[in-house]
């Protein structure tokens, strides 16, 4: 039984940030390995939305994962479990709880990197409270939730995604998350680029809410023509890129390029909306011919 003990003692070396980011890494494989299966099973697995309206299942595998579909409306339990789980974890520093005090231990003890600022550990938790509440109110108030299917792949994926990101904004900041229990007079050293990420979520925060509320003024299903979407095939993935590029920025320790973290988080979040983007861009082709979407971007301007 040598091998349990040799991957206990290896398990002890990785940290929670370490989890997090083979979470993103893992994600993104998975999705990356449905684009490469046969079309029919590739929809039935990651397609979601209207891209799936009419579609018809030929093989008994594809109509057996059309069986386990939920619908697309479910994405409001993404946003209800994020914003249960900001609260948590905010209730856990203010109590100073036992789960966040294991988590932030252990990864103070394995991570070698240094730790963001608690400044910034404010911010990208208020920064991620933010997000998971508009998005909350969108789903109860602004979206107007067609009949369209999502697969559950889909669903669980975005729920541990959700779990993952909760704690991926703060996790690099457990040395500063301790060193605030113990020191009585907490003092801020903010790095300068923090005002930068700020502005850079809130100009997508802003613009992602302004996109939502145009495709829930559309007729169901129309062009998106205006705004973002006037250049940009899904806008409202644009700004989500860009705004959790700003939680990124945000949450950069003081002396790194990035928060490696969050970057990874950035990078599933990339592939997974760049997948469902190209899909978006050539169902659009099919409804309202390609000469109309041909010449606009996919999801990021000047890139794809
Ligand atoms: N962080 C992540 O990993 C992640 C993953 C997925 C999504 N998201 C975010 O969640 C938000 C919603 O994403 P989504 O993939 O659900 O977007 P979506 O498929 O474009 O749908 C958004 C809403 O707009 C409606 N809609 C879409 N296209 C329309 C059209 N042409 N005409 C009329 N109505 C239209 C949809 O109706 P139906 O309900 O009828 O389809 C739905 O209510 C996005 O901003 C995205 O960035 C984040």
Redesign the pocket.
């Known amino acids: 039984m040598d091998w349990i003990q040799e991957l206990a003692k290896a398990l002890r070396d990785v940290s929670p940030s370490q989890i997090c980011q083979a979470f993103y890494v893992f994600a993104s494989i998975t999705i990356i390995t449905i684009q490469t299966l046969p079309t029919t099973y590739r929809q039935a697995l990651m397609d ?4 799936l309206q009419n579609k018809s299942r030929q093989s008994l595998l594809a109509r057996f994962l059309d069986c386990l579909q939920v ?3 479910w ?1 409001l339990h ?1 946003y209800i479990l994020s914003v249960s789980l900001s609260a948590f974890w905010g209730w856990q520093y203010v109590t100073r709880g036992a789960v966040l005090r294991e988590i932030a231990s252990a990864q103070v003890a394995v991570a070698k990197t240094p730790s963001m600022d608690i400044s910034q550990v404010y911010v990208a938790w208020a920064l991620m409270a933010l997000q998971g509440t508009r ?1 909350l109110y ?1 789903s109860l108030f602004v ?6 299917p ?1 697969s559950s792949l ?1 669903w669980l ?2 729920l541990l ?2 779990a993952s ?1 909760s704690i991926s904004v703060w996790v690099e900041g457990s040395g500063a998350i301790i060193n605030s229990w113990e020191d009585e007079h907490i003092i801020f050293h903010p790095p300068k680029r923090l005002p930068l990420g700020v502005a850079l979520f809130t100009a997508g925060w802003l613009k ?1 809410y302004e ?2 509320k145009y ?2 003024s ?7 023509e205006q705004g973002w979407f006037k250049h940009i095939v ?1 806008a ?2 644009s ?3 860009l705004l ?1 590029f700003g939680l990124c920025v945000s949450a950069t320790p003081s002396g790194k390029l990035f928060n490696n973290t969050v970057l990874l ?1 950035l990078l ?2 990339a592939i ?2 760049g997948t ?1 983007a190209k899909g ?1 861009k050539e169902w ?1 082709a099919q409804k309202f011919g390609a000469e109309k979407v041909d010449p606009k971007w996919r999801m990021i301007p000047f890139v794809w």
Do not use: D, V
Request: net charge positive; with cysteine.
């Open positions: 979601y939305g209207a891209r619908p697309h409306s994405f993404f998005r969108e979206t107007r939730s067609g009949s369209s999502m889909h994926l975005g995604y959700y990101m992602q996109c939502h495709l829930s559309l007729k169901k299903y129309t062009l998106p899904c409202h993935y700004s989500e890129c959790y988080g599933f979040i997974n909306l469902t978006t659009y």
